[in-house]
Structures are given as C-alpha cells and as structure tokens.
C-alpha cells in the first residue's frame, strides 16, 4: 500500500506537507519521500528508507536542505518516490499509489516504442512510478497521459503531481479502489490519501474525488480536467482493516463502521444464543479494537484488554520484513494482564485472518497465561482471494491463505468451486472451514462476519465496493 499528501499554496508549506505525509505513515514501511517547489530554487526531492525509523525521524532535517510555497509528500511499501521527470509534458514531481501487475508488458511496449531505457533496480525491476510517468508521457498533455496509463495498467493507480509551476495534478484510479480528498484553507489546497491528515493542518473539506477524475489544483481554485467514471469499486478492507479510525472514505468514518460491525457480529451470536459465557471482550490490537468494542457494546460483555501491545521500541509500521523475525517481534510485543486472562473465558476480534501465523502465537500466548478458553471472531468473511489491486496484504499466492489451504485439506482443489458454500457460515462446508481453522489454531470457537454483515456495516450500495478478497469479484 501507501499514502500521499501535498499542498500548493501562497505560503511555505513544507512543514505541513511533512506532517500531513507523517500521518500516511500506517500504509507503508519501506519509503518515505518528499518533493518541493520553490519559486527561485525550482523543484527538490528527498527520498529516505523508513524500513526500521519512522518517517519524521528521517526527515527532521528537510527544513535545512528545502523550502516550497508547494510540496507532495509521500509513504511508499513499494518503491522510492517521489520522482523528479523531465519529459516531453514539462518538468514534475511525481508519486503514485496501487500495483502495475501488467508491468512487464508495459515495459516492452515503452522500450519498443521509444527505444529508450528505464533504470533498473535490484534483478532487473522498474520503479512503478517511472513507469506510469513513461506510458503517461507517451500523450501530448497531463490528462490524456494519466487518462491513457490508467487504461493500460491493469492494477491500480492514483496520481499525485507537482509541476514546476507550483501547481499540481491529481487523479483517483479508474474505479476509484483508493480515496483521494481535497481540503482548502485561506492559503490554497491540500490533497490526501486521509482526509484527517489535512484537517489536522486547519484545511476543511472541500471535496473528494470521483472514480478516474482529474483535477489541477492551484492556491486559487480547482479545474477539472477528467470527470468522474460510473464505475466505483471502493475497497471494503479500508474500514475493515488498514484505513486510519478517524478517516471518513465516501463520507462513512472509519471507527464508527467498525462499531456497527462488531455489533452485527454480536447480534449473530445472541441469535445462536453463544455469549452467554463469555466473560470478556477485547480486540486483537490494533484495527481488532474497535470491532470489538462495538461487539461488547451489543452483547453487554465487559470489554477489556487482556494483553498490551508493547510498542515503544517496535511500532506497528515498522517490523523486520524477514517473516520469522516479524512472527518473533509480534510474540515479544505481548504483555499479558494475568488478571484478566488466568481462569477466564475470552472472545477477541481481529480484523481479519490472512494467513493465521501470528493469530496462532497469540492464542497460543492466552492459553500459556492461564486462559480457560479462547473464542475467535473475524471481522470480515474469509479472505479466499489474494489481493491483485492493492496489495494490502504480504501474501505473494492464493495458497499462502489459511482459508484456501484448509479448504485444499478437505476437500482437495474440488473444493475452489464451491468457495462461495464456505465462505457461508451456515452451510456445511462453511462449518466444516470454521471447526478446521479453529481446530488447527485452538480456538474454542471461530466465526467470521458474512459479506451482507460487513456491506451493511459499511452503508455503501453493495456495487460500489470491491469485495474481490472475499468472493473474487470486483
């Protein structure tokens, strides 16, 4: 994933642009980037690996080494960015978010075209922002260019640029998978991937963008350049899982749907006459919490949090990309409350379950510390599909998914064709999924929250979501 954030402005706004890009620093780990412009010095760039720092530590000494009346900032888990280009459309600054999966083709086409060169980076890939920027050079304005790169890419991409008139271009995706909003203050605008980033800085809320539209933004106003398409594909695990609570997408706050989901799922359990027992609630920390505190509200179980996230040393955003050392910070994090777990019945909500593997330790961790029982919910429906827009999630296959390696165990590969029976908690082979992954984890229990749960938690029209990772369909 990743984040952007910029301003033009009639004032020097680097420092808002580095606050407003610290606060994407929850969608990316692995870069962090900062460009300018300034009337007299033109456009700078900084760039900085942020895989074990965080952005602002990285960057405090920006302000000595650049100044702009307009800046873009951006949190990268993929490449460096932004870029600075000079191309047949001018000179910019440039930074994208979403995945080329076509990205191979693309190049061939671009190097037969234009017999060019692109840098490349370790075994032989291509920065993806240098691609879009070179399908996008290939039309004779910025409109047209990103227009024409979004139709070539199959992925996502959403656009943000800083020209060297201080000005700048953004763009949603075609379907609009990611948010962009707008916010306007008495000096100019700010664009951002969260819109709390820049009401944090004094902007209001101006608009947001629509599916594939493009504006150009100047300190004086907004033109569009592109309308918005008919066609919106949201992603649903934006409220599910890696949007920030204060941030409202679509004009639905974060938190507050994450509430209304942990209700829905506690109201299903009430109807099978399960929480009787229970003694309390919690959340697997941290995007588990407020599911869970919506599911203790409904249910009337006593919310608690029977072991701490120690994160002073290791944040969230910044964990070792080495899988075993990740599952080993993740198990050294967990500070348990004895109190709270030893002889107690325990229901905890996660987000959800991608692969299980620090699901496992944690339970395993509960169970160590003198928990009776450990029941687990899921706060949206099986992930069956690997994410082929975003890349929210690391997992590199369908296989490296719990659901589908449990279902491949049962059933053999006849079971993918009847994912949709066990997605469905109701059916037999959705029980026979839920026991199997309860079992194999030792869960007392295992439930996920069904796709009508999560849609109506969410309060959009069913078609303007995308709901690929759950039931393959965009």
């Known amino acids: 994933m990743g984040g952007f954030f910029g301003i ?23 870069r962090g980037g900062l460009a300018a412009y300034d ?12 895989d074990n720092a965080p952005f602002r530590t990285k960057f405090e000494k920006v302000f000595q080494e650049m100044r702009g009346v307009s800046a873009i900032g951006c949190i990268s888990d993929t490449d460096p960015q932004p870029l600075l280009v000079r191309s047949r459309l001018g000179n910019y600054a440039i930074c994208t978010i979403g995945v080329i999966n076509n990205a191979d083709k693309l190049i061939r086409d671009c ?16 920065n993806s922002t240098q691609l879009f920027s070179a399908v996008m050079s290939q039309k004779t304005d910025f409109a047209e260019g990103i227009r024409y790169a979004q139709e070539q890419i199959e992925g996502t991409a959403s656009v943000l640029i800083l020209k060297d008139d201080g000005s700048l271009i953004a763009a949603r995706d075609r379907v609009g998978r990611l948010p962009v909003l707008i916010g306007k203050s008495e000096d100019g605008y700010a664009v951002s991937f969260e819109s709390f980033a820049y009401q944090k800085l004094g902007f209001e809320d101006e608009r947001e963008l629509g599916p594939g539209e493009i504006v150009h933004i100047t300190p004086a106003g907004i033109t569009q350049l592109v309308p918005p398409g008919p066609k919106k ?14 941030s409202s997408y679509e004009g639905v706050n974060v938190e507050a749907m994450r509430y209304r989901n942990g209700e829905s799922m506690a109201e299903q359990d009430e109807k099978n006459g399960f929480t009787d027992h229970i003694d309390y609630v919690g959340g697997v ?30 944040a969230r955003s910044f964990m070792p990309q080495d899988q075993k050392d990740r599952d080993r910070v993740a198990k050294m994090k967990q500070i348990p ?3 709270l777990i030893q002889g107690k019945d325990l229901l905890f909500v996660d987000d959800s379950i991608v692969r299980g593997t620090q699901l496992k330790e944690t339970v395993e961790f509960l169970y160590e510390n003198g928990a009776r029982s450990v029941h687990m919910r899921s706060a949206c429906p099986p992930i069956l599909f690997g994410c082929k827009y975003l890349n929210f999630s690391r997992a590199t296959s369908d296989m490296e998914l719990i659901a589908r390696r449990v279902i491949l165990e049962l059933e053999g590969e006849e079971g993918f064709s009847h994912l949709e029976e066990y997605s469905d908690g109701a059916t037999e082979r959705g029980k026979n999924l839920r026991r199997a992954i309860a079992d194999r984890f030792h869960f007392a229990s295992l439930d996920f929250q069904s796709l009508e749960g999560i849609v109506k938690a969410i309060g959009l029209d069913r078609c303007e979501l995308c709901t690929y990772c759950w039931n393959g369909k965009e």
Not at 8 to 30: A, I, K, P, Q
Not at 292 to 310: E, H, L, T, V
């Open 8 to 30: 033009t402005s009639t004032r020097e706004c680097l420092g808002d642009v580095f606050f407003g890009t610290d606060y994407h620093s929850h969608l990316g780990t692995r």
């Open 39 to 50: 009337p007299k010095v033109g456009l700078q760039r900084k760039i900085h690996n942020i």
């Open 111 to 126: 190097l037969e075209r234009e017999g060019g060169y692109f840098d490349a980076m370790t075994g032989g890939r291509v």
């Open 233 to 246: 594909r949201i992603c649903s695990f934006l409220w599910s899982y890696y949007g920030y609570p204060t």
């Open 285 to 314: 920390p941290d995007s588990g919490t407020p599911h869970a505190i919506g599911y203790a509200n409904r249910s009337n179980k006593k919310f608690a949090r029977a072991f701490i996230k120690y994160t002073p040393t290791w």
């Open 337 to 339: 409350v004895h109190e």
